[in-house]
């Protein structure tokens, strides 16, 4: 963008800016406080009388849901069609920034289409454990990446006009107890692993909203941390948009709003406004807190109306287009023996599967979307030459045991198999696995699955697994199969790209954005998650994803950055400007790859930096920077990478600010995490200061074994530098505000009242396991200060206190309010 657009954008901010301060001006206490929460579930309030009026904001991430119809609960109604994209843990792999900015630009067409001025996306959380169920929806376990796919889709749906929710801010890690789980995390891990990632998207993304997390921070609701909402994002960070609660994530409206948070949604029928107008006059809300939040809010609608572009449409098949590209571009192509693959239209080919049948492209939960078109692997195939499928097993397979039917499917799938030249199998997490709301609790793939490969195997060793699921699985017939191709959930477009890729129409390019392991036992989180009912404590510090699994030399299935390709490359010719810098100064290095192979394809290479420093504990190395480029066959081109040393920084606890020290570092060119190509090492010169030295006191984070990760209590308690509650006591009497269904489960009142949910949530599930499973963790989860905002007025303060005397034993009483309450 030149010098002139950006003046003429930092001036339409300005006026917009004065006046958002002006309108504020005019408006009386109650439309300010109004402006505080949404008006329903999707829409802010409008202010009519000034001209100020409602816009609304739909999920993401990685495809519009814009409900049809919806109520005031938590059911999920039909959404309108919408290109459902690759999630985010595929196109990760794709490490390709312009294609995430070209899928945030049809993204954001997709939203002045449908009227939608922000759309609630994208999610950088770190991939702190493969289990966590909304891994699917985050890009990777290095936040550098994370960090860089998200600022790109943020400023292509931006671009539009339209704003995004960089989200969920932050620690959120896992689904259980998501709502009231603290998260207990040291300092560096905090900065260097799980904000990180926040921080480079806020910096280079400049979201118009970000979204805080339910869950708290080292003991403070996300939605009222001032550390994390004001101290970190906006002073430090200079973030200047607005902070959008997560839906139902405010615990005291008050207090957060004093933290930073601007916008509670869904809205609260008015319920939490009138705290803040108490609060303003009673004095215990500084009016100008509330003056600032109402600027920001307004400004933002200013924005989004200005950018409104009313009767807008756009090429919904294009759109199609692009996700396959996105899909092809995104898949890994993990094992590849006797160059199985491409396959030809000449060989005697079966499809065994129904995944191929009945795919598995998006996950569950509020990124679940209605495509717009849907393309089916095995029709995509077909178009290739004869084919014969067989099903082979029930893809509603969760808790079932064999069955005769699945026997029968088996038999046919063995049968047809036999003697062919290439069995493409697809295997994957089917429905119901993984989702928001819960977690995984294995690494494995359904059962039924893993015995009909082996036995598939066993008769024909020509087998290619495809295979489908928001994050690693266990791969327990690894040696037995020729050819593994994952893809993640590759969004509508995925059917078409896996067929391309399978036949040599498309040559695979993408790579492992995160490590699989071997086992869930070698994970780093495996002690810690997800952690006691009220704590999860992240012992394992910056240790997390290949940052462990380097320096523990713990062997892995398959590393960060691994990725095969139909052709080859070689690396050559590291050249770096100078031998010697400053903490600060820019590093510019260049090197040559070259495909040697006969495919055109495409690469990506990616730049580690390893440094040892004598006092404080590290991981060998990490990621600086990556880069995609296409090769034709004999191609060479060369790659310029210009690093900022600050980058090589780790967050230094005893200065509490990002540090280099002084010393040799390592630049090395890889093409993933275990190869590395070349490398040449510079010296850097940085100012003397105090830096953290654990070596006596935290000896284990100093020499990680080749053994399950035990972190002692006294370790981390050091680390973390205050006295760790203890997380998993069981709730007992009195049950206070913050004590959620699950603590009571286990009384009389417990459980009926449980009974009575399940029934009502299942009504508003539409049959959908999925939906189910969801929202009855979240209803059971939710802690009782958040029914009565969440409650779209049905449940009164009074009511609650009613239902929690009745919990706490005084019966009498508690109907008796919940009674008063009901004469109103
Ligand atoms: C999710 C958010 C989502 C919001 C609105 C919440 O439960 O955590 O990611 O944007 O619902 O659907």
Same mark, same amino acid.
């Given at each position: ?74 059911? @999920? ?12 843990? $595929? ?52 936040? =550098? ?48 692993? =799980? ?5 480079? $998207?806020?910096?280079?993304? &400049? ?5 805080? /997390? ?64 108490? /609060? ?31 009767? @807008? ?42 995944? $191929? ?113 928001? /994050? ?142 004598? &006092? ?103 680390? =973390? ?33 449980? @009974? ?69």
């Amino acid at each position: 963008m030149s010098d002139k657009s950006y003046g003429e954008i930092n001036q339409k901010k300005d006026s917009r800016r004065m006046e958002a301060s002006d309108l504020v001006k005019q408006m009386t206490l109650e439309e300010k406080a109004g402006l505080c929460s949404g008006e329903d579930r999707w829409y802010l309030k409008s202010v009519e009388r000034l001209g100020v009026c409602s816009i609304m904001m739909c999920d993401g991430p990685h495809g519009l849901r814009k409900e049809i119809s919806y109520q005031d609960n938590l059911a @999920f109604s039909d959404s309108v069609p919408a290109v459902c994209f690759p999630t985010a843990s $595929a196109l990760a792999c794709s490490f390709d920034r312009d294609l995430a900015y070209e899928i945030g630009i049809a993204l954001g067409e997709e939203c002045q289409k449908e009227g939608v001025s922000v759309l609630l996306g994208p999610g950088v959380n770190q991939k702190r454990s493969p289990l966590c169920g909304r891994n699917f929806e985050y890009f990777s376990e290095d936040p =550098y990446v994370s960090g860089e796919m998200a600022a790109a889709m943020i400023s292509g749906v931006q671009s539009q006009g339209v704003g995004t929710s960089l989200k969920h801010f932050a620690v959120n890690n896992q689904e259980k107890r998501r709502m009231t789980v603290s998260a207990i995390v040291d300092e560096r891990a905090l900065r260097e692993t =799980y904000l990180k990632a926040f921080e480079i $998207a806020v910096k280079k993304g &400049k979201p118009w909203t970000v979204m805080c /997390a339910y869950n708290q921070l080292n003991g403070t609701y996300c939605s009222e941390n001032t550390y994390l909402l004001t101290d970190i994002l906006r002073e430090e960070w200079g973030y200047e948009g607005v902070v959008v609660s997560d839906w139902g994530a405010v615990n005291d409206r008050v207090l957060g709003l004093a933290a930073g948070l601007d916008i509670e949604m869904p809205g609260s029928n008015g319920y939490n406004d009138k705290k803040i107008i108490e /609060a303003v006059r009673k004095k215990t809300l500084p009016e100008e807190y509330l003056d600032r939040t109402a600027c920001k809010v307004t400004e933002l609608i200013l924005k989004a109306s200005d950018n409104k572009k009313e009767g @807008f449409t756009c090429d919904m098949d294009t759109h199609h287009q692009l996700a396959i590209r996105a899909a092809t571009e995104s898949a890994v192509l993990l094992k590849n023996e006797d160059d199985i693959l491409p396959g030809n239209p000449e060989q005697k080919a079966v499809v065994i599967g129904a995944l $191929a049948k009945e795919p598995r492209y998006q996950g569950a939960g509020s990124s679940k979307i209605h495509p717009y078109q849907l393309d089916m692997p095995w029709e995509a195939l077909k178009e290739y030459g004869t084919m014969e499928y067989a099903q082979g097993y029930l893809a509603n397979s969760v808790g079932k045991k064999d069955s005769t039917k699945e026997e029968a499917l088996k038999k046919e799938a063995i049968r047809i198999c036999k003697g062919k030249d290439i069995v493409y199998f697809f295997a994957g997490l089917t429905e119901g696995y993984e989702s928001e709301g819960f977690d995984r609790e294995t690494m494995d793939l359904p059962e039924n699955q893993n015995r009909l490969i082996e036995a598939v195997a066993s008769i024909n060793p020509n087998i290619v697994v495809i295979l489908s699921g928001g /994050a690693p699985t266990r791969l327990p017939w690894v040696s037995k199969v020729k050819g593994i191709l994952v893809s993640y959930l590759g969004g509508e477009g995925n059917g078409k790209a896996i067929a391309d890729l399978l036949m040599g129409k498309a040559v695979p390019c993408g790579k492992l954005a995160e490590t699989w392991p071997l086992e869930l036992s070698d994970t780093p989180a495996y002690h810690n998650f997800p952690g006691g009912r009220t704590t999860v404590e992240y012992r394992e510090s910056v240790y997390v994803g290949y940052r462990y699994y380097e320096a523990a030399q713990k062997p892995v299935l398959y590393p960060f950055g691994h990725g095969l390709s139909y052709t080859t490359f070689h690396y050559s010719n590291l050249e770096i400007n100078q031998d010697e810098y400053h903490y600060g100064d820019k590093l510019i290095l260049s090197f040559d790859i070259t495909n040697t192979g006969s495919w055109e394809a495409k690469e990506v290479a990616f730049v580690f930096v390893a440094h040892k420093n004598k &006092k404080v504990f590290m991981p060998v190395k990490e990621l600086r920077a990556f880069n995609k480029i296409s090769l034709k066959p004999g191609e060479k081109k060369q790659i310029e990478i210009t690093l900022d040393t600050h980058e090589f920084a780790y967050y230094n606890t005893a200065i509490h600010d990002w540090y280099c020290d002084s010393g040799e570092y390592k630049i090395m060119i890889c093409s993933s995490l275990t190869d590395c190509h070349l490398q040449k090492t510079v010296n850097l010169i940085s100012p003397k200061v105090k830096q953290p030295d654990y070596r006596e006191k935290l000896p284990s984070y100093y020499s990680l074994k080749n053994e399950e990760l035990v972190l002692s209590d006294n370790e981390f308690e050091h680390l =973390y530098g205050q006295e760790l509650i203890p997380g998993d006591l069981l709730p007992t009497r009195p049950y206070n505000l913050d004590h959620t269904l699950m603590d009571v489960r286990h009384t009389l009142f417990g459980k009926l009242f449980i @009974f009575i949910i399940k029934k009502m949530v299942k009504k508003n599930s539409f049959g959908s396991k999925e939906n189910y499973a969801m929202m009855i963790s979240m209803v059971l989860e939710m802690p009782f200060h958040s029914m009565v905002p969440s409650g779209g007025g049905i449940i009164t303060d009074q009511m609650l206190e009613g239902i929690l005397d009745i919990f706490n034993g005084h019966r009498i009483k508690g109907i008796f309010k919940i009674i008063r309450h009901k004469r109103g």
